[in-house]
T-cell receptor, first 113, second 114 residues
Framework: DQQVKQNSPSLSVQEGRISILNCDYT??????FLWYKKYPAEGPTFLIS?????DKNEDGRFTVFLNKSAKHLSLHIVPSQPGDSAVYFC????????????FGGGTRLMVKP | KAGVTQTPRYLIKTRGQQVTLSCSPI?????VSWYQQTPGQGLQFLFE???????NKGNFPGRFSGRQFSNSRSEMNVSTLELGDSALYLC?????????????FGSGTRLTVV
């Protein structure tokens, strides 16, 4: 039972355009959501997070949107750069789960110059 | 400041053997979590330790165990290795109990079971 899903295994975008990565979840107890970026042979790097009391959080080129009624979140990267090419994971945490994160399967983003 | 350090980086073991992986968290971080990453299953939570106590455990068999020392360093052990245990094992540390936003991952230990 996958509680966090990223339905697009890969995404290809032209440099300078917007990248939109999507994530769906099923567990209503999740109240904190995060996005991580991962390069091969490295651990995931934290990008941005959002609490369930918000519907949007912005940090530079990265914006995360949360739609609680749809149990859906998305990460927007504007403008996309070739260095953004990596695997992106969304993750979720519940209030009673300490630091346990439930990860989606990841989306490989390729930004073409 | 130094990041999360995992040793060894690469390991090859034979089926049936046991293995111990080590994780040194960022100085001052008291929470250490372990994850297994495989191509088929993605990143899956193994367990979390906070102040030497296991707080959460994922859905893994009892062959997977861990512990945390008083200096917050953590080890995980896998006994009776199976081919399916081949994976990247990631450790992450955090300062506080619910500090997911401050969760820093190490580069992982790549375990290959032959």
């Amino acid at each position: 039972d996958q509680q966090v899903k990223q339905n697009s295994p890969s995404l290809s975008v032209q440099e300078g355009r917007i990248s939109i990565l999507n994530c769906d979840y099923t567990n209503s107890m999740f109240d904190y959501f995060l996005w991580y970026k991962k390069y091969p042979a490295e651990g995931p790097t934290f990008l941005i997070s959002i609490s369930s009391i918000k519907d949007k959080n912005e940090d530079g080129r990265f914006t995360v949107f949360l739609n609680k009624s749809a149990k859906h979140l998305s990460l927007h990267i504007v403008p996309s750069q070739p260095g953004d090419s990596a695997v992106y994971f969304c993750a979720a945490s519940g209030n009673n789960a300490g630091n346990m994160l439930t990860f989606g399967g990841g989306t490989r983003l390729m930004v073409k110059p | 400041k130094a990041g999360v350090t995992q040793t060894p980086r690469y390991l090859i073991k034979t089926r049936g053997q046991q293995v111990t992986l080590s994780c040194s968290p960022i100085s001052g971080h008291r929470s250490v979590s372990w994850y297994q990453q495989t191509p088929g299953q993605g990143l899956q939570f193994l367990f979390e330790y906070f102040s030497e106590t296991q707080r959460n455990k994922g859905n893994f068999p009892g062959r997977f165990s861990g512990r945390q020392f008083s200096n917050s360093r953590s080890e995980m052990n896998v006994s009776t290795l199976e081919l399916g245990d081949s994976a990247l094992y990631l450790c992450a540390s955090s300062l506080v109990q619910r500090g997911a936003h401050g969760y820093t991952f190490g580069s992982g230990t790549r375990l290959t079971v032959v």
